[in-house]
């Protein structure tokens, strides 16, 4: 790629969290330095062939994402320092612009203060960071939606409900099964994904592209741990008759960022350097069935009020992804009866599609987390079969497990399929796309979010889902019916306009009235309550606005 191109400046804001130290403990004996900038770094934005893959620059110029300071690699120059001064160095984040670092001597890491790249403030946050934008490059060719093909279905066996509740075989049927959408599955082991019966034919269409171990920093061996095999299997495994997965024909990467023997912050760094790693390769999507919240050592553990999106080092690096055109889907986590109870991260994040658990009855399981983020927002944002999700064992047979960690790759793989028939929509428009499908989405709650994503939906109405084909208002619900003490009105507004709701008795008496401003297409909820001393019996809710009347029979009782 030729990058002698028109230059366009934007001012981003990279939200780095620092201690007021040097470094932080993340591990027994292991610490996080950051590094105070990037000057030195051997690579520039002018020329990102260097350090992005053809697939990840292509993404950012569909997207019209500008590549910035945070796509350079740390400077090679800190790394050896460190290394020069006797310490091992663990990992690197690019985003996080922070190395984690190995040391048995506490003394020693007073020499890392000494160090004029090292920080030792907090930095919230940077501004006027030059980003470079290629506009004068061959522009990207707008892909016409697809319009699919029929084609034979496929014979799911025991993985049948999973796929079929979420009207995810209507686009298999289509001919959408994942193909050319890039997922990356970062998890704690894939054992015997190399040798399972499962996975010969990812293999044999060479769909795993790459496969990498963050924890021991070399290539990926297949003898660790189970939990990323039945994962994995719920995505690609292909065995008619028994199982196939939501994303059959989906491009792969397979990468270990969990340690699952302990459980120490140093993994989220782990996940955040594959995240840079999977974005640098072209990855659509990180699916991520982890959960991080509280640690084998106390002093590590998160709180609840830390549940932000903005605080975890795991949560910042998926919304990092986010911002490079990734979208990132994550188990909602399986604290429910604990006494935790809420989300982990990086579910917690704003951008993250978090995914909660339900049986086989559209049930919530008793394990799913609950949301809301601590700041407030829905989460989870959908939910999937997680009770008796039908998987793969790494051991090679058939098996079923419960968790959400079994219901993300459900969504995760469908979202895929999702993509490939809609490729110019952004990670954005896919991820509300699919909450839009759900079935909850008028009255999402901290149980099941949004609900149950419906995929044909999704894909027939993808920019608007349920809002397709509305007249400038509509009433979508009236509820409770019969009433005892409130109504709820939900009110579809395509136009920004006022709109009045009211309630009458049969003789024509108005009891209640609401007037409210609608925003340009929006979905309200208006509540009539202090009624609960009516009498028994029928009344009337109208809607008004100037240009539509509705009005329905209520019973109150």
């Known amino acids: 790629m030729i990058v002698n191109k028109k230059i366009i400046v934007f001012i981003i804001f990279t939200f780095v969290y620092l201690s007021a130290a040097a470094q932080i403990e993340i591990a027994p004996h292991t610490y996080l330095v950051y590094f105070t900038d990037k000057n ?6 002018y020329r990102p062939e260097e350090f992005l893959s ?9 997207f019209k994402i500008p590549i910035c300071s945070t796509d350079l690699p740390v400077s090679k120059k800190y790394i050896d320092a460190l290394r020069n001064l006797g310490f091992s160095v663990l990992s690197v984040s690019k985003w996080l612009n922070c190395a984690a670092i190995y040391c048995k001597d506490v003394e020693k890491l007073k020499e890392i203060q000494k160090l004029s790249f090292i920080s030792n403030t907090q930095i919230s946050p940077e501004k006027d960071k030059e980003c470079y934008f290629d506009e004068t490059s061959t522009p990207h060719e707008e892909l016409p939606k697809s319009k699919g093909k029929n084609m034979s279905a496929l014979d799911y066996g025991a993985s049948a409900e999973q796929v079929k509740m979420l009207n995810g075989h209507y686009l298999h049927n289509l001919g959408f099964r994942g193909e050319g959408v890039r997922i990356a599955v970062l998890d704690a082991g894939f054992y015997n994904v190399d040798k399972s ?3 010969d034919s ?3 269409n060479n769909q795993i592209i790459v496969h990498r171990d963050f924890v021991e920093d070399k290539k990926l061996s297949f003898n660790t741990s189970n939990h990323g095999a039945r994962v994995f299997s719920i995505l690609a495994g292909n065995v008619s008759g028994k199982l196939v997965g939501s994303a059959p024909k989906a491009e792969y990467m397979l990468l270990r960022t969990e340690k699952s023997e302990t459980e120490y912050r140093v993994e989220e760094i782990y996940w955040g350097e594959a995240a840079e790693f999977a974005d640098s390769l072209g990855a659509d999507i990180i699916t991520t069935s982890l959960g991080y919240s509280e640690f ?18 795991i949560s910042q690096c998926a919304e990092m992804a986010f911002a490079k055109g990734i979208l990132v889907v994550s188990s909602a986590g399986n604290e429910g009866k604990l006494d935790w109870k809420y989300i982990t991260a990086p579910a917690d994040a704003e951008n993250v599609l978090s995914v909660g658990a339900i049986d086989r009855d559209s049930v919530r399981t008793g394990f799913s987390s609950f949301g809301p983020s601590a700041d407030g927002r829905i989460k989870p944002n959908v939910v999937a079969l997680g009770l008796s999700t039908a998987c793969w064992s790494g051991h090679d047979y058939l098996s079923h497990a419960n968790g959400t960690s079994f219901s993300c790759p459900v969504v995760a793989g469908l979202a895929a399929c999702l993509w490939q028939a809609h490729p110019n929509l952004t990670n954005r428009q896919i991820k509300t796309a699919i909450e839009r499908s759900a079935d909850n989405f008028l009255a999402p709650d901290t149980l099941v979010g949004h609900g149950v994503p419906d995929f044909k939906l999704a894909y027939n109405q993808p920019d608007t889902a349920k809002t397709i084909l509305l007249p400038y208002s509509n009433v979508l619900n009236v509820y409770p019916n019969p009433f005892s003490k409130y109504v709820n009105i939900e009110v579809y507004s395509e136009i920004e306009q006022e709109i009045s709701v009211e309630l009458y008795d049969l003789l024509g008496n108005k009891h209640s009235s609401v007037n409210f401003h609608s925003m340009y297409r929006s979905y309200n909820r208006v509540l009539i309550d202090n009624i609960n001393s009516l009498q028994d019996g029928i009344y009337i809710v109208r809607i008004k606005t100037d240009n539509f009347y509705y009005q329905e029979k209520v019973l109150k009782m």
């Open 40 to 45: 030195n770094t051997e690579y520039s934005i």
């Open 54 to 62: 053809e697939k990840a620059i292509q993404r950012r110029l569909r």
């Open 197 to 199: 019966a499962a996975f």
């Open 202 to 204: 990812v293999w044999t």
């Open 296 to 313: 084998d050592e106390a002093d590590q553990n998160y709180n609840y009020s830390q549940m932000d999106g903005k605080t975890a080092l």
